[in-house]
């Protein structure tokens, strides 16, 4: 079972970038796809990002297009999710997702491991 650790959140102003990190444990990571998702107090946990297996699709949240970039680099197990020009709205706790298939996950149900989560407070 994959094993997934989230690092990079933090407080910054509106305005600012973050970049977050997930780091994977075991062999099979390059065979999945990946996803980020976000909760904010008192919401439903939410779909951000998700790339494919081999970084060939991407698939963005409308909230986010424009603002966030996800990647991955499957030499170093690791995924990741650029956060340009940050709203007071994108504060969360951002978790990292493994996909069921080689397909970027949009949904809770295409994910069958998480993270612990990183936070994300964006000030006004």
């Known amino acids: 079972q994959v094993q997934l650790v989230e690092s990079g959140g933090g407080l910054v102003q509106a305005g600012g970038s973050l970049r977050l990190s997930c780091a994977a444990s075991?062999?099979?990571?390059?065979?999945?796809?990946m996803g980020w998702f976000r909760q904010a107090p008192g919401k439903e946990r939410a779909f951000v990002a998700a790339?494919?297996?081999?970084?060939?699709?991407?698939n963005y949240a409308d909230s986010v297009k424009g603002r966030f970039t996800i990647s991955r680099d499957n030499a170093k197990n690791t995924l990741y999710l650029q956060m340009n020009s940050l709203k007071p709205e994108d504060t969360a706790l951002y978790y990292c997702?493994?996909?069921?298939?080689?397909?970027?996950?949009?949904?809770?149900?295409?994910?069958?491991?998480w993270g612990q989560g990183t936070q994300v407070t964006v000030s006004s």
């Open positions: 997702a493994k996909g069921r298939t080689i397909y970027p996950p949009r949904t809770l149900n295409e994910c069958d491991a």
């Open positions: 075991g062999r099979t990571f390059s065979n999945y796809g």
């Open positions: 790339i494919s297996y081999r970084s060939g699709t991407t």
